[in-house]
C-alpha cells in the first residue's frame, strides 16, 4: 500500500483517485473548497463533477494542502493547467521531502509556451522532486468511474519512475503502458483538445462523419508534424497518447472540449459557451499556445490557425471551414510533415 495524493478534486482528479483506492492505496484528494472534500469524506461522492457515481469508502477528502500531502510518497496534480503554477509553488511551503510526481492534466501555457512538466519543474524546489511522470491516454473520468476498461501511458524519461506509476494504477480494467518520450507524449495530449474544439464545430455546423474524418485524419498530421518539429518520438502520435486520445476526445459527448465546439458551431459565442460549460475548457488556451508554437518554429497549422480565428478573431465559423476546403492543392504524404 502506498500513500498517494491526488491535487484536484474535478472528475478526472476523482476518477483517477477512486482507481487508486480500488487498488489498495492510501488516497487522499485534495480539493480546494472544504464543503466538496467533505462530501468526498463523508458522503462518498462529488456530486458536482461526477454526479450518481459513489466513491470507494476508503478514499479521503481534504481541503488543508498541508495535511493532504502529509507522509505522501505519491502526488498526483490534477489541476487545470492554468493553476499548475499556483499549486506547485504551494508544495514548497508544505512537503518535507521528496515525493514522485504525476501530472495527468492536458495543455501548454500561452506565451512561455512551456508543457506542464516543465511549469512543475520551474516550480517545485529541486528538493522535493524524486521525478515528474506523465499520466496520458484516451480517458473519460465519467467512464473510469464505471470501472469500465480504460488504457493509458506513463511517461518518463526515467524508465523506473514510469513503471512506479504504472504500477500504481494497474488493475483488471485500468491498464498503464509505459513511454520514455515524455515531450511527444505531453504534445499529443494538449494539442488534441485543439481538433476535439475543430470536430464539435463541425458537428455543430451539421457537417457529417466525412468532414469529422478529415478533421481526425488532418488534426493528426498538425500534431504530429509540430511534435516531430519540437524532437518528439513520430511513433507517439500513433500511440494512446496520440491517435487514441485524439479519438475518444473528437467522437465523445463525455468531451469537453467537442461539447464546447458544439455549441460554438450552433452560432453560441465564446463567452457563452465557457458560461454554460461551467468547468476549463482546455482547447480553448491551448488554441492560443499553439498557434505560437507554430508559428515560432514556421511549422503549418491551418486547423489550429483557422480555430483561433474563430475563438479569439471573430471569424464565422463556417468561413473558418470554407477557407480551410480553398487552401491550395498538396500531395498528403508530402505534406504529413510540412514538406509540401
Known amino acids: 500500500m502506498t500513500k498517494v495524493t491526488v491535487l484536484g478534486a474535478g472528475s478526472w482528479g476523482t476518477a483517477l483517485a477512486s482507481v487508486l483506492a480500488d487498488n489498495g492505496h492510501d488516497c487522499t484528494i485534495w480539493a480546494r473548497r472544504p464543503e466538496q472534500a ?14 450518481g457515481a459513489p466513491l470507494p469508502e476508503n478514499l479521503k477528502g481534504e481541503s488543508d494542502l498541508k495535511r493532504a500531502t502529509e507522509g505522501s510518497a505519491v502526488i ?36 512561455s509556451l512551456k508543457r506542464i512538466s516543465e511549469m512543475m519543474e520551474e516550480e517545485i524546489d529541486e528538493q522535493f522532486r524524486t521525478g515528474i511522470v506523465v499520466l496520458s491516454g484516451p ?21 523506473e519512475l514510469a513503471a512506479r506509476i504504472q504500477d500504481l494504477f494497474m ?30 464545430v463541425s458537428d455543430g455546423l451539421g457537417y457529417g462523419d466525412n468532414a469529422k474524418a478529415a478533421l481526425i485524419t488532418r488534426g493528426l498530421a498538425e500534431i504530429s ?3 516531430v518539429a519540437m524532437g518528439a518520438n513520430p511513433m507517439t502520435f500513433s500511440g494512446l497518447s496520440g491517435l487514441g486520445d485524439l479519438i475518444v476526445t473528437c467522437t465523445s459527448v463525455h468531451s469537453r472540449n467537442w461539447r464546447a465546439g458544439n455549441m460554438l458551431g450552433k452560432g453560441m459565442s465564446l463567452d457563452e459557451v ?20 507554430a508559428e515560432s ?32 492543392k498538396k500531395h498528403e504524404i508530402e505534406d504529413l510533415f510540412g514538406m509540401s
Do not use: W
Open 38 to 51: 467533505e462530501e468526498i469524506m463523508v458522503r462518498h461522492t462529488n456530486e458536482r463533477y461526477l454526479p
Open 76 to 111: 498526483i496534480v490534477a489541476v487545470p493547467t492554468a493553476g499548475i503554477r499556483e499549486i506547485s509553488r504551494s508544495l514548497n511551503g508544505v512537503l518535507e521531502g521528496p515525493v514522485l510526481f504525476a501530472h495527468v492534466s492536458k495543455g501548454i501555457e500561452p506565451d
Open 139 to 159: 480517458s473519460h473520468a465519467e467512464e473510469v468511474i464505471l470501472r469500465h476498461p480504460t488504457t493509458v501511458t506513463a511517461a518518463c524519461s526515467d524508465p
Open 171 to 200: 488493475n483488471r480494467v485500468f491498464r498503464v503502458y509505459t513511454n520514455d518520450d515524455v515531450l511527444g507524449v505531453e504534445i499529443g495530449g494538449a494539442l488534441k483538445n485543439i481538433i476535439a474544439l475543430a470536430a464539435g
Open 225 to 227: 508534424r509540430l511534435g
Open 274 to 293: 465557457l458560461g454554460q460549460m461551467g468547468m476549463v475548457v482546455e482547447g480553448v488556451r491551448t488554441t492560443k499556445a499553439a498557434k505560437q508554437l
Open 297 to 328: 518554429r514556421d511549422v503549418p497549422m491551418p486547423i489550429t490557425q483557422a480555430l483561433y480565428s474563430v475563438l479569439f478573431e471573430g471569424e464565422e465559423p463556417r468561413r473558418a471551414v470554407d477557407s480551410l476546403m480553398g487552401r491550395l
